[in-house]
């Protein structure tokens, strides 16, 4: 029976074993490749459907994060001469500011003391509890929202000593000036998490797609010999 294969790495879909589409075909297996390139196809266009509600489900992700998932497109499609399909997504910022957190705004100057919270919280499942970032009291701050230039609100924090464990420069305020960006899962990490999930059905539906092409084609068959 045919299978599919994902390569996490590239994002590709391909066919393993085409056998009984051929022996189903009989005279006409030279047709195989034609009518395995519409299956392909189908399934790949199926498999981004199912990986992205798979997501969904599984990360707590707020609004900006369910629009990158949404990004899942195909990139390259399966042809006669080459039986495989490519997703492709934009690289999201593995951002925590891309998961559920409370607050949802980022706070400046005097509304840092007046309607800040002690800390901002946040999960990455949604099996998980939301927790709050408190950083280690030592070398690592707290996180806290900032907004960027772009838009984008994102969740940081500053970062007190370097790789080497030496301390940070400090301004003559003796602020850190270092903030770094905290870290979550990425769009395509997410995407390669699940896959394993959604395989049983993805290979079932690529052999529905199959043995349909497979009818379609002795069907055109027929009918032109009439």
């Known amino acids: 029976m045919s299978r599919v294969t994902y390569d996490a790495g590239t994002m590709t879909i391909t066919v393993d074993g085409l056998e009984d589409v051929e022996r189903a075909l009989g005279d006409l297996k030279k047709k195989t490749p034609a009518a395995a390139k519409v299956a392909i196809n189908a399934t790949a266009r199926q498999a981004r459907k199912l990986m992205v509600a798979q997501a969904?489900?599984?990360?707590?992700?707020?609004?900006?994060?369910?629009?990158?998932?949404?990004?899942?497109?195909?990139?390259?499609?399966?042809?006669?001469?080459?039986?495989?399909?490519?997703?492709?997504?934009?690289?999201?910022?593995?951002?925590?500011?891309?998961?559920?957190?409370?607050?949802?705004?980022?706070?400046?100057?005097?509304?840092?003391?007046?309607?800040?919270?002690?800390?901002?919280?946040?999960?990455?499942?949604?099996?998980?509890?939301?927790?709050?970032?408190?950083?280690?009291?030592?070398?690592?701050?707290?996180?806290?929202?900032?907004?960027?230039?772009?838009?984008?609100?994102?969740m940081v924090q500053r970062h007190t000593v370097t790789e080497r464990g030496r301390p940070r420069w400090r301004n003559k305020d003796g602020k850190v000036e270092k903030l770094v960006t905290m870290g979550s899962p990425s769009a395509t990490a997410m995407h390669s998490t699940v896959w394993p999930y959604v395989e049983p059905e993805v290979t079932e539906y690529l052999y529905d797609r199959l043995m349909e092409q497979t009818e379609r084609v002795i069907a055109r068959a027929k009918a032109r010999k009439g």
């Not at 970032?133 to 070398?139: E, F, K, M, S």
């Open 56 to 154: 969904k489900a599984r990360y707590a992700v707020n609004a900006a994060g369910r629009r990158h998932l949404k990004d899942l497109v195909q990139r390259k499609k399966a042809t006669n001469t080459s039986l495989s399909a490519e997703l492709h997504i934009e690289k999201m910022r593995n951002d925590l500011g891309y998961f559920q957190h409370r607050p949802t705004e980022s706070f400046k100057g005097r509304d840092v003391l007046r309607r800040a919270p002690a800390h901002v919280k946040a999960r990455v499942l949604k099996s998980s509890t939301m927790t709050a970032l408190t950083g280690d009291g030592a070398n690592l701050s707290k996180g806290f929202l900032v907004e960027f230039k772009s838009g984008h609100v994102g």
